[in-house]
């Protein structure tokens, strides 16, 4: 039976992507590093740490861990500041009207991000009544593909995976619903998010009727 549903933030709930991308490409420029959309792409759902890596890596650069850690924080900085910007108008279209049926329905509902911000950009959209659990970058150690935040966020929701369906819009994401049992709906195109169970184009499409009735042998 599905009891709980986990949601991704960036991309999900809102699209924070250009305002991480305009972040990275910042300290990109005063770095001197190459970074672009396409670059940016492969950011989408893994950690900060593991996204400066990426960003290295495709620069052929190695610095001491203490300045990664230094340049990372510099790069937060620049996206906290721009969150400030973010209103209840933000919510990706479709969003909030899943939420609110959701809980009108009674479903339980956490947040499986791998943010550390996730907890700002809830408070920006005053969406935090939506969620009875948040897990975020904070929760656990192993980022996504590892199904770590997503099984965080069910024992909290004391349900078991079979019973919890996940909501992603990274490939990493998907692989980590599915390497922790749990249902998956991917938001985006089919070369991202098609190992997803159900997958729709944008969040206007996923609606609680559709999802109701892919899902319904297991309601
Ligand atoms: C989300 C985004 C990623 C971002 C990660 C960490 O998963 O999709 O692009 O790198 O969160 O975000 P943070 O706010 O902790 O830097
Ligand atoms: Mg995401």
Excluded at 161 to 186: L, Q, R, Y
Aim: net charge negative.
């Amino acid at each position: 039976m599905i009891k709980g549903f986990i949601f991704d933030l960036d991309g999900v709930i809102t699209d924070t992507a250009e305002l991480h991308y305009e972040a990275w490409k910042k300290l990109s420029d005063e770095m001197g590093w190459h970074f672009d959309r396409e670059l940016n792409e492969k950011l989408r759902g893994i950690s900060r740490m593991d996204s400066i890596k990426v960003i290295m890596d495709h620069n052929h650069v190695s610095l001491a861990d203490d300045v990664i850690v230094e340049l990372a924080t510099k790069k937060n900085d620049i996206y906290v500041n721009s969150l400030e910007s973010m209103t209840p108008d933000d919510y990706l279209p479709g969003a909030k009207e899943l939420l609110t049926h959701l809980r009108q329905e009674g479903f339980l509902v956490a947040l499986g991000s791998a943010s550390k911000n996730a907890i700002k950009v809830l408070q920006q959209l005053k969406a935090m009544h939506y969620f009875d659990v948040i897990g975020d970058g904070n929760s656990v150690a192993k980022s996504k593909p590892a199904p770590d935040i997503f099984l965080y966020a069910s024992e909290k929701l004391k349900l078991q995976p079979s019973n919890c369906v996940v909501f992603e819009d990274a490939e990493k994401g998907i692989d980590a619903a599915i390497a922790g049992g749990f249902h998956s709906v991917g938001i985006g195109p089919e070369e991202r998010v098609g190992h997803a169970e159900l997958r729709f184009n944008t969040m206007k499409e996923a609606t609680y009727f559709e999802v109701r009735s892919f899902f319904s042998d297991f309601f």
